[in-house]
């Protein structure tokens, strides 16, 4: 996050002058011989948590991240990982130590050019202890030196890092930040990002955004690659794909770089994988005029091996695909799910991952948009096709979209029930108002945080409707919501064409 740094600049000429004086913290000098006392709140910890909901020690309190500078060097043969990364941050409070979230090995810590103290407490808690005093509005530069096997690195016997025959993958949600660098890891501290990684020679590595520079040669057969996205992304966000890829560069109908990769594993699965992912640029240029101007730099996808993930994420300005996408042949929906993320979830971010519907039922209601635009089946038929496809008595209708709980934000009803709801909204404000809310939320909330709540009072507004009733039904309400009497009078769901490769998508686990 962009910040001003005067706070900063000014708590650090009290810290600074406080130095002139020694044995007297807290104390300036006024002129020589003299000193007067500046008074200073006592210094406190930062939380281990933002106080998420579901995922409470997720994230950290007392400052915030404006940049990381991720440099890493990476092995394929041996899965061994070393890196620095460097954290551009400004403290929140007074701090007497903070926390980051990290599980490999940690050799050093330097807080502002200072030797810093660590410890680990809990699960995936490092705890910094600075040799100096930390005032609110400092400007913090934190550099961590670290290494590790990160497949070898479990919690709980998980690990979020995905080691390939080539290489590796760092992709996962709601955490992946942890097996690879050191972050305030929730989506409330969204940040600009450079990563460069050293690889041996042939080896290739794709991340977010742009290349401010080519692959370079380096000493011992090896190459570094560099990337940089320039807008705030969440630490989940971030990502990694290394091993054996051939990269496609192109320019998008808006001027900006697309580039996709694609896995030399993926054999006869490639021609889909790419009839899928080259129409990235086109899709993007439909779903800006729905959902408002592509917020990020950068556009493009990344076909990931066959022994990688089981799923896609909407990795920031560059989409990851799992293998099992392309089994049964091309598939553009997987593609327009994950491309409405770059609005849904990653620009418009979740305040509280509570607030997941957000996220998964609009992604999945573009894919009803996708269809209607195709002539392949609208979002009335979707709609209908899906809602029978549940038994009243489905254990699906007990998940509550808008709560759905900590383990089950990824669950069916998340997504079906979610694109569900909001086909009821647009329902119920009609599409002249459904179609300017879609572009007035994204630009309300841009590279920002929000809330269910807020996206009602939006709703609201712009339709001039008390949504209570809809709101709380489809996405608060256990059970399968009753139709009114004319549209179960009209409900005779004909399969649509599109049907088949939306489930295809849904069925290969879509994030």
Not at 114 to 137: C, K, N
Not at 197 to 224: D, F, I, K, T
Not at 445 to 469: C, K, M, P, V, Y
Not at 497 to 504: A, F, M, P, Q, V
């Amino acid at each position: 996050m962009r910040r001003v740094l005067t706070a900063a600049i000014a708590a650090l000429t009290v810290t600074t002058a406080g130095a002139l004086v020694a044995g007297s913290p807290g104390q300036a000098a006024d002129r020589p011989g003299r000193s007067r006392q500046i008074p200073v709140a006592a210094s406190t910890p930062g939380s281990p948590g933002l106080g998420d909901g579901y995922f409470p020690t997720y994230g950290n309190g007392g400052y915030d991240v404006d940049h990381y500078d991720v440099r890493l060097r990476y092995d394929p043969a041996t899965d061994r990982l070393t890196g620095t990364t460097t954290i551009l941050a400004r403290a929140t409070q007074d701090l007497s130590r903070f926390n980051l979230d990290f599980l490999l090995d940690v050799e050093a810590v330097r807080v502002n050019g200072w030797t810093a103290r660590f410890t680990r407490d809990g699960s995936h808690e490092l705890v910094v202890t600075a040799p100096r005093g930390i005032t609110r509005g400092q400007a913090l530069t934190i550099v961590v030196t670290y290494s590790g096997v990160p497949s070898e690195t479990l919690l709980d016997g998980y690990t979020g890092w995905t080691r390939t025959a080539d290489g590796a993958l760092a992709v996962n949600e709601p955490e992946s930040a942890w097996w690879w660098f050191p972050a305030n890891d929730h989506p409330l501290d969204k940040a600009t990002f450079d990563i460069s990684v050293s690889v041996p020679s042939g080896v290739e590595v794709v991340s977010n955004g742009v290349q401010p520079r080519p692959a370079l040669a380096e000493p011992g057969n090896r190459v570094r690659w560099s990337w940089r996205t320039t807008t705030p992304t969440a630490t989940y966000l971030a990502f990694l794909a290394i091993g054996q890829y051939d990269l496609v560069a192109d320019t998008a109908p808006n001027g900006q770089p697309v580039v996709n990769a694609y896995s030399t594993t993926l054999g006869e699965l490639a021609p889909a994988a790419r009839a899928s992912i080259e129409r990235t640029a086109e899709i993007v240029d439909w779903a800006g005029g729905v959902f408002g101007p592509y917020p990020f730099e950068a556009q493009g996808g990344v076909a990931g091996p066959v022994d990688g993930i089981g799923f896609a994420l909407e990795t920031q300005t560059r989409p990851v695909y799992g293998p099992g996408f392309w089994r049964r042949g091309s598939n553009p929906y997987v593609v327009v799910h994950e491309q409405a993320h770059q609005w849904f979830g990653n620009s418009v971010s979740v305040a509280q991952w509570r607030d997941i519907w957000l996220n998964e039922g609009l992604a999945t209601y573009a894919e009803w948009l996708w269809s209607e635009a195709q002539g392949e089946g609208t979002a009335q038929e979707v709609f209908d096709f899906t809602y029978a496809a549940y038994p009243e008595d489905s254990a699906f209708w007990q998940v509550l979209p808008g709560d759905p709980g900590a383990g089950r934000i990824f669950h069916d009803a998340v997504y079906d029930r979610g694109a569900m709801a909001v086909h009821q909204l647009r329902l119920a404000v009609g599409d002249e108002a459904f179609f300017a809310l879609l572009p007035a939320w994204t630009a309300a909330h841009r590279h920002g945080n929000a809330t269910i709540a807020q996206f009602q009072a939006l709703a609201e507004r712009i339709s001039g409707l008390d949504l209570d009733d809809v709101f709380t039904t489809w996405l608060f309400t256990a059970g399968r919501p009753a139709l009114p009497t004319a549209a179960r009078a009209a409900l005779a769901p004909q399969q649509p064409k599109s049907w088949t490769k939306i489930r295809e998508a849904h069925q290969a686990r879509r994030h």
